[in-house]
């Protein structure tokens, strides 16, 4: 009996869980506009002296709180995962702060802003965000404003934007800067929300794959 023939667009996490998944049930024709297979995966090799190392520069971690069914994929694949870090670091040239979330020690890896009023204020902001954010997520106050206009009605100021919200709202969504600024602000307090970025005891335990994302797209197509 001929099974029936099916089309994915993109071959992208989506395009490519769809292909697992359903592969056994149809005949599957997978398209792609461009001539990279992955999507946001992409793997590129580094020789650091002698040896190669895989550098995911797109999709690099997960965690099994929020990627459930990216976790059952990678099960039935039997793709590789290990354990990593996952933080974020900060050198701001105009003021030169810099610090490091990964632990209240990093914060203060520049042990000369222990004696800061204006950075004590900065982390501090960032504690009344954390604290404030759930409450946030449901009043319907803020549901139309953007970043720039929820830390303005909230005060946080600005080095809260400049030392912390723009800066690690670009490296997450690959964004200017600029255009931070008018991102929803519900949007990016819902992402820090799931992903437990609101605060040191909210995170999740982070994962990366062996030998790069590349390794999961092989998987699936060899």
Known sequence: MQRPR?????????????????????????????????????????????????????FMVFNHQTYP????????????????????????????????????????GQRKNLASPRFWSFVLKIHRFNQETAAALDDPAFDRMTLREYVAARGYGRDFLDLYIIPMGSAVWSTPPDLMLEFPAKTLMRFWFNHGFLGMETRHPWWTVVDGARAYVRKIIP
């Not at 992208?12 to 992955?38: K, P, V, Y």
């Not at 039997?78 to 810099?98: A, C, I, N, Q, W």
């Open 6 to 58: 099916l089309a994915i667009i993109g071959t992208g996490i989506s395009g490519l869980g769809c292909a697992h998944f359903l592969h056994e049930r149809f005949d599957l024709t997978l398209f792609e506009q461009t001539d990279h297979i992955g999507g946001h995966t992409n793997t590129v090799t580094v020789d650091e002296d002698g040896r190669e190392v895989p550098i995911d520069t797109g």
């Open 69 to 108: 069914l990216l976790c059952r994929l990678f099960r039935e694949l039997g793709v590789e995962t290990r354990r990593t870090d996952m933080s974020f670091s900060l050198k701001h040239l105009p003021t030169g702060y810099e610090w490091n979330g990964g632990s209240l020690g990093k914060v203060f």
